[in-house]
């Protein structure tokens, strides 16, 4: 020990002073607020994080800071829950019905059923690139499909614009997908209720 305290340029009586002093009042007043702090914390089942849980002391009229908070709860290992709720799904898509009730088999030969649906691949560069596809159930052929570096309505418009021309000649078509964002956009929704309209788009149930 004394050569380490040498090495540190310490002296040996300081070391061994400083090891065997008494803690002070403000010491004291410090690790029984960090206890505090850590009862708090685990009562309230980790819910909040230290700014929170530093307000919530406030209005209880404990006199803490937020850097003894954040001390406290570091020192003890701490961290806050992350609480998710869940957002129940709409049943029904507030445009197109549900026509197809999930029920992938394939239909009638004169009403062709197609899905659609979008997947993410990233590539060696770290780059994303989405690829949507439209299949007919009945023929397992791809009927039409759009690759982008973005995910938006317009990957899914390009994508039925080609199922409208490899069906050009039926009056009915029935196109299957989830209800993500894409599908369910303002500009998808025109686009098939203002230029095709005998081509009916079920947009409702994620498809799995």
Avoid at 52 to 72: E, P
Avoid at 156 to 169: F, G, L, R
Wanted: glycine share 4%.
């Amino acid at each position: 020990m004394r050569w380490l305290c040498h090495r540190l340029q310490v002296s040996v009586s300081g070391f061994y002073d400083y090891t065997h002093r008494k803690p002070t009042e403000n010491q004291k007043k410090r690790k029984k607020t960090a206890a505090y702090v850590v009862m708090q914390f685990k009562c309230l089942k980790g819910r909040m994080g230290y700014r929170k849980l530093y307000r919530y002391l406030v209005n209880k009229n404990v006199m803490v800071s937020l850097f003894q908070v954040r001390q406290a709860l570091c020192e003890a290992g701490l961290k806050s829950k992350v609480v998710t709720y869940y957002k129940k799904r709409k049943h029904e898509h507030h445009t197109f019905p549900n026509v197809l009730e999930r029920s992938f088999k394939p239909g009638k030969k004169d009403v062709p059923t197609v899905v659609c649906d979008i997947t993410e691949f990233r590539l060696m560069n770290g780059m994303k690139v989405y690829f949507c596809a439209a299949l007919d159930i009945s023929t397992r052929r791809v009927l039409g499909y759009s690759l982008d570096t973005h995910q938006d309505a317009q990957l899914v418009k390009d994508t039925i614009q080609q199922v409208k021309q490899a069906y050009e000649s039926q009056k009915r078509i029935l196109f299957h997908s989830d209800q993500g964002s894409q599908f369910a956009s303002y500009k998808v929704t025109d686009f098939c209720n203002q230029g095709y309209r005998h081509m009916p788009i079920n947009l409702r149930e994620q498809i799995k």
